[in-house]
């Protein structure tokens, strides 16, 4: 029998739904053989993945903790295991492993504050669980705020449920933009970085950002120049866990295990790590 505090015995895990998301990113929806879900997790936490005889890889749980019934990953096509899933159908089994890694403090730091949540491309995959984890339980939080932008309106993962959804909720204000000019888009257009400047959020809220390197670096300066303290803003780099359980070494940076001491990091204590993330 499965275990749930050893997190080194895979669960059988079948996909019930796929979802297309984006031209080269699939969202996929997975209970036990029984039907329900495979484990519990919190916000921000991962789990491994893994195909008899092609591979493994660790993704983020994108569902929220909230959700009882199934659990979700949004997989961006850009390897060998993500190619087999995203040839994979309906009915196909796979094993999963975890939940790894710190998960974000939603339910201490985050509690009673105002939040701003900014993703890139695939970078909104790990914030929607606790995006969707803080308006499950709105009347522990203040106003949220959320910049989201990708290379065009067809690359924004979640699209239909930010219009559905997030858009219509109380108090929540969500900020959509685009890289370039698109037939059909009359929405705002430019860098997320940019776009953060643009908008000139007040410094009373907490900020969650999760997307490339590259944005995070520009988006990071943007802030600390509107006035945000490093020790306000949390990002995740759960891109370099490998094997979850701080045994291979391969996600060291510094004298931290991002499998083990996150992937979740205030971004004050990356401050504190060499300069190789």
């Not at 669980?129 to 499950?136: D, E, P, T």
């Not at 944005?215 to 945000?228: D, H, N, P, R």
Request: aromatic fraction near 10%; include cysteine; proline fraction near 6%.
């Amino acid at each position: 029998m499965y275990n749930a505090n050893d997190t080194l015995i895979p669960v059988v895990g079948v996909i019930t739904d796929i979802r297309i998301d984006t031209p080269d990113i699939k969202t996929f929806r997975v209970v036990t053989p029984e039907g329900a879900k495979p484990f519990d997790h919190r916000p921000g936490q991962c789990a491994m993945l893994s195909i008899p005889g092609v591979g493994e890889a660790m993704f983020s749980i994108t569902s929220s903790p909230t959700n009882t019934e199934f659990m979700e990953f949004s997989i961006k096509k850009c390897g060998c295991v993500t190619d087999w899933l995203h040839a994979a159908e309906v009915g196909q089994q796979l094993t999963l492993r975890g939940p790894y890694g710190k998960p974000f403090p939603v339910d201490e730091d985050f509690k009673g504050e105002n939040l701003l949540f900014i993703a890139g491309g695939v970078g909104l995959a790990p914030l929607r669980s606790v995006i969707n984890y803080c308006r499950h339980y709105r009347e522990n939080y203040g106003k949220i705020d959320i910049v989201y932008g990708s290379r065009s309106k067809d690359d924004l993962l979640d699209y239909q449920e930010i219009i559905d959804e997030w858009t219509k909720d109380t108090n929540v204000d969500v900020h959509l933009t685009i890289d370039n000019p698109q037939e059909g888009w009359d929405g705002h257009v430019g860098f997320v970085p940019n776009y953060v400047k643009e908008l000139g959020f007040d410094t009373n809220k907490t900020a969650v950002i999760c997307g490339p390197p590259i944005m995070i670096k520009f988006t990071l300066e943007g802030l600390v120049a509107l006035g945000f303290d490093k020790t306000q803003i949390f990002t995740t780099l759960e891109l370099r866990m490998k094997c979850g359980v701080g045994k291979c070494g391969r996600c060291n940076v510094g004298s931290k295990y991002v499998c083990k001491d996150g992937p979740v990091f205030r971004m004050d204590e990356l401050d504190e790590l060499p300069d190789e993330y």
